[in-house]
């Protein structure tokens, strides 16, 4: 059942060029347009939305946050997103030209259901996102837009988040298709690129021993810091996340611009910190940035993993370890950066002796709040 790995995660881990495939299959026509019918919220009542909020948890969470950057800027509508076990109490302004969209992979989670149905209660549309058909979340929401991930065993997620990024972005991009945002003409060539992430991800599983080897070469470290930048910066959360709850090892995700707000301070001699370095071809002003407080950081003695695209050679200097990613646009660019954090994690937490498919204290879907 494990095809051949040792555990489900690492099975879930290679699946994932399939997952992201799958996701997309069946939703573009050939003529490169969007056809997602299976979304019941009509394009007259798409056209009217004037905010999306996203409530997820955990690593959805971090899918939601990076959503939020391809949402605002293929659509222009705002959007926030929030914690859905903070969400409710705190009294949200919603209305009927809210889209809130609930992001779920065992979409049981009570969190975001008390989350989406209080969105309900204040006439919102909610439209479910979401890996695991028939669920509770999807049957209470108006719409849903299904992840195809298949089943994920592992109580790490890691399939489930690469394709809660495709089904966002094609959320994304349906949006700015039905209401013809000044974006429309860009959506062809994203969804162009959409379709090579799946082979991006296939060559970045293709290049991971080295860090495997890394990780056992930490196993012994107490902390691990990550930075990122933008869409980074939800990727470094995500790369602590996956270290706390498999290694148990103490991880946090900072923007890499907050690092002389404060967090600086932690940096001493032989930290590991993973960097996630931004395409010098997008917006370079932030590569460049991230660039110095590289620099900064090992000035102080920090040992940097840097993750950066191929052919970027200004962070090599900086680099006491160094994986590369293919190069994708921007916004694409989670979807492989993420990969070699995963592979991390579940490396670090099997060379530290822990159960990688069923950590402690943890559970696969949270039914209570
Ligand atoms: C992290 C993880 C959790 C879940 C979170 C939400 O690897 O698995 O953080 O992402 O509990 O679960 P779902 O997506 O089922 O609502």
């Known amino acids: 059942e494990k095809g051949g790995y040792d555990y489900f995660m690492l099975k879930e881990i290679a699946e994932q060029p399939k997952a992201v495939a ?46 939020k950057y391809a949402i605002e800027h293929w659509t222009r509508i705002p959007c926030e997103v929030e914690l859905a076990s903070e969400f409710r109490y705190r009294d949200p302004i919603l209305d009927q030209q809210t889209l809130v969209i609930a992001i779920s992979q065992s979409g049981e989670t009570m969190d975001t259901l008390m989350a989406l149905r209080h969105a309900r209660e204040q006439g919102s549309k909610v439209l479910a996102i979401c890996n695991t058909n028939g669920s509770t979340i999807p049957r209470e929401s108006d719409a849903v837009l299904y992840t195809h991930a298949g089943p994920e065993v592992a109580v790490a997620s890691t399939k489930a988040f690469l394709t809660q990024l495709v089904a966002c972005y094609l959320v994304a991009l349906y949006l700015g298709q039905v209401r013809g945002t000044k974006w429309g003409d860009e959506i062809h060539v994203v969804i162009r690129d959409l379709s090579h992430i799946g082979s991006d991800v296939e060559r970045v599983l293709e290049t991971m021993e080295p860090v495997r080897a890394l990780a056992r070469s930490l196993a012994h470290k107490n902390t691990v810091l990550f930075l990122g930048r933008h869409v980074g910066y939800p990727v470094a959360l995500e790369g602590a996340l996956k270290l706390k709850e498999l290694a148990y090892m103490h991880a946090e995700g900072f923007a890499a611009g907050e690092l002389k707000h404060g967090p600086i301070a932690l940096i001493e001699d032989d930290l590991p910190v993973v960097v996630v370095v931004p395409s010098p071809r997008g917006r370079s002003v932030l590569h460049d940035k991230i660039v110095s407080n590289m620099q900064e950081i090992r000035a102080r003695g920090a040992r940097t993993i840097v993750i950066a695209e191929e052919g970027d050679e200004a962070v090599v200097p900086y680099a006491d370890h160094l994986i590369r990613i293919p190069a994708t646009p921007t916004l694409l660019q989670p979807m492989v950066a993420t990969v070699p954090l995963q592979v991390f994690a579940c490396e670090l937490a099997t060379a530290r002796g822990n159960e990688v498919d069923q950590p402690r204290n943890l559970a696969k879907s949270v039914t209570v709040e």
């Not at 299959?25 to 939305?49: C, F, W």
């Not at 997820?56 to 971090?62: D, I, K, L, P, S």
């Open 22 to 67: 799958d996701t997309l299959l069946g939703r573009i026509d050939a003529a490169g347009s969007l056809t997602l019918d299976e979304v019941r919220i009509s394009a007259s009542e798409l056209r009217e939305v004037d905010k999306v909020v996203i409530v997820a948890c955990g690593t959805a969470f971090h899918a939601g946050l990076i959503a």
